[in-house]
């Protein structure tokens, strides 16, 4: 059974950051990281798989850097350059397999079976 917990999560000015964290994110498995905002659907932000390989939704490429640490047991996003646009509940979650996932498959939550309760971001 995969228990995951993120903390981290906080309220911040434009341009500052944040480092989210993921507790039970096992390294084997492909893992990511998604978030929700009032009234809009859930979003793909980043994803890791076993081997380190990583994707990001559009948005917040050059300014999001998922990691983890396979020893800990801890996944995590480092969140720079922050904007309004980024507020919203994040959530870390974990297909629960080591197969990796086909590059237009990585940021939909369709393919993710454990999900972590959410840490609320605002930006403003």
């Known amino acids: 059974h995969v228990q995951l917990v993120e903390s981290g999560g906080s309220s911040v000015r434009p341009g500052g950051s944040l480092r989210l964290s993921c507790a039970g994110a096992?390294?084997?498995?492909?893992m990511g990281w998604f978030r929700q905002a009032p009234g809009k659907e859930r979003e793909g932000v980043a994803y890791?798989?076993?081997?380190?390989?990583?994707t990001y939704t559009a948005s917040v490429k050059g300014r999001f850097t998922i990691s983890k640490d396979s020893v800990k047991n801890i996944l995590y996003l480092q969140m720079n350059s922050l904007k309004p646009e980024d507020t919203a509940m994040y959530y870390c979650?974990?297909?629960?397999?080591?197969?990796?996932?086909?590059?237009?498959?990585?940021?939909?939550?369709?393919?993710?079976?454990?999900w972590g309760q959410g840490t609320q971001v605002t930006v403003s």
């Open positions: 979650a974990s297909t629960g397999s080591a197969s990796w996932l086909a590059v237009y498959l990585r940021l939909r939550s369709y393919y993710y079976n454990y």
């Open positions: 096992n390294g084997m498995y492909c």
């Open positions: 890791i798989d076993a081997d380190g390989t990583t």
